[in-house]
């Protein structure tokens, strides 16, 4: 059987090599899929390689594989469709014999159907498309939730998304298949390496409307893991990939308490002990269950504050106060848990005095670790385009690749730029900041990691210069 090939697209900017802070879980997990079932499976990451259109097209000609699978939505780097496009025209001029499709493309994009009816592309699979390369391994049909492809009438078959993940046929991500060496995670988001990504459920409840989540994950149901599969990885990542620490890469970890109880259960069985962090919402916890997730080796939580403003907070539909807010970090910290704070400068409603209010609340909440970026518009808000403007170009950071700049009324961009480096230095250049972070280094590794953390954050503004 001839092999296939997923592809991530590479990055926008032309700057050098791509080292991203998220580790690609998506194309990991559609790769893994389709090795278990025995197809042999290639990865080709343009962003972190940097190989140009011209070098894959080498590279798929000595492949010669049956189809090719383009991933440009990959985990926080979320890219425009039309380059994935434009590169796929230009292959298959070459390679007319070999099918081309786009994975994981966001709900409602007319414009990945419409490239299936002008031929650009064989195929597109809206939503998480594990459902889709499980049943092409076992058939060599095109079959599966959310599939778009033409008809022998030339017609589009449309076959609805996913509503809920099978977790059955989700095998561990096949990172054998990457060089793991050029991703590198933020430094605030672990304290021990090596360090490796996974999911405990699929989708997210709440509706804040900053969020692209459901563009990609098709999920309408939260879909929780079951506990056994999620032990299961991690075991193979310790045993395979010597990692020390996980990330929970879920979009809101721990909706159902339950479930974390008896996750928290099984990590205290494991032979050998794992930390991990994961990203959540401030009002999902109390105090004993905090207590319990630190024992069972939790050691970071990254949350979204947004906005120190009550107004511009209330209008994202968040559903959290600042109070509560300053009740869970305190309570963090008591029972020995880093928080990582992350704020969105420039929302709708927002003015430079609410801004500063933000920057301010963030020094007052005193997070062990803050995160600031720039307001981002992944689909069309009425509301928002009334408040503000959106700008013409994707915006590329290490963090993430992802979004149309959104700016205010009554903004520039450069001046939200200027806000958001504000509020870097006035955070991390507070006198206590400093010692305290200078306090917790407690072996080479951590100056290592809070090295690399200031980097980061320097390439950061760089890359928005």
């Not at 700057?15 to 194309?27: D, E, F, M, N, Q």
């Not at 090795?35 to 080709?44: L, P, W």
């Not at 509706?207 to 149901?221: E, V």
């Not at 990330?247 to 721990?254: A, H, L, R, S």
Request: proline share 7%; hydrophobic share 40%; glycine share 6%.
């Amino acid at each position: 059987m001839k092999p296939v090939v997923f592809i991530i697209p590479p990055h926008l900017q032309q700057r050098g090599r791509l080292i991203p802070s998220h580790h690609p879980i998506v194309t990991a997990t559609l790769a893994a899929v389709s090795k278990r079932a025995g197809v042999r499976t290639f990865v080709i990451d343009m962003g972190v390689t940097n190989r140009s259109a011209e070098q894959v097209l080498a590279d798929l000609t000595r492949l010669n594989p049956y189809w090719v699978g383009v991933v440009p939505f990959e985990y926080r780097r979320e890219m425009p469709i039309a380059p994935s496009l434009e590169m796929v025209q230009m292959w298959r001029r070459s390679l007319p014999d070999v099918r081309f499709g786009l994975f994981n493309c966001p709900l409602h994009s007319e414009e990945c159907a419409d490239a299936v009816q002008s031929e650009v592309l064989d195929f597109v699979v809206y939503g998480d498309s594990e459902d889709c390369v499980h049943l092409w391994s076992a058939t060599q049909k095109w079959i599966g939730a959310g599939l778009v492809r033409r008809d022998e009438d030339g017609s589009l078959e449309r076959i609805p998304p996913i509503q809920q993940v099978d977790w059955s046929i989700v095998p561990p991500p096949a990172w054998e298949l990457f060089d793991l060496s050029r991703y590198v995670p933020s430094a605030h988001r672990y304290r021990t390496a090596p360090v490796l990504p996974i999911f405990a459920s699929r989708s997210c409840p709440f509706g804040c409307d900053f969020c692209p989540h459901m563009l990609y994950h098709s999920s309408d149901t939260h879909s929780m893991r079951p506990i056994e599969d999620i032990i299961a990885e991690i075991v193979h990542l310790q045993q395979h990939f010597g990692v020390r620490s996980v990330e929970f890469y879920d979009p809101t970890f721990g909706v159902r308490r339950g479930h974390v109880e008896d996750l928290c259960d099984a990590l205290l069985d494991l032979d050998s002990p794992i930390e991990w962090t994961c990203f959540s919402r401030t009002d999902l916890w109390d105090r004993p269950l905090l207590e319990r997730m630190h024992q069972a080796g939790c050691r970071s939580i990254l949350f979204g504050v947004e906005s120190g403003n009550d107004e511009v907070l209330a209008r994202t539909q968040k559903g959290i106060s600042l109070p509560q807010v300053e009740s869970f970090v305190a309570e963090c910290r008591q029972v020995g848990i880093d928080t990582v704070a992350s704020f969105i400068i420039g929302l709708p409603l927002e003015s430079p005095e609410r801004i500063e209010q933000t920057i301010d609340f963030a020094k007052k909440l005193n997070p062990t670790y803050a995160q600031f970026h720039q307001a981002r518009a992944f689909f069309e808000h009425e509301d928002w385009m009334e408040l503000g403007t959106v700008s013409g170009s994707w915006q590329e950071t290490s963090a993430s690749l992802n979004g149309l700049a959104y700016v205010p009324n009554g903004f520039s961009q450069s001046e939200i730029e200027r806000h958001l480096l504000k509020a870097y230095a006035g955070f991390y250049t507070q006198p206590s900041k400093v010692i305290e972070l200078i306090s917790s280094i407690q072996a080479r590794t951590d100056v290592q990691r809070l090295w690399s953390g200031m980097r980061q954050i320097a390439t950061h503004f760089w890359s928005l210069s």
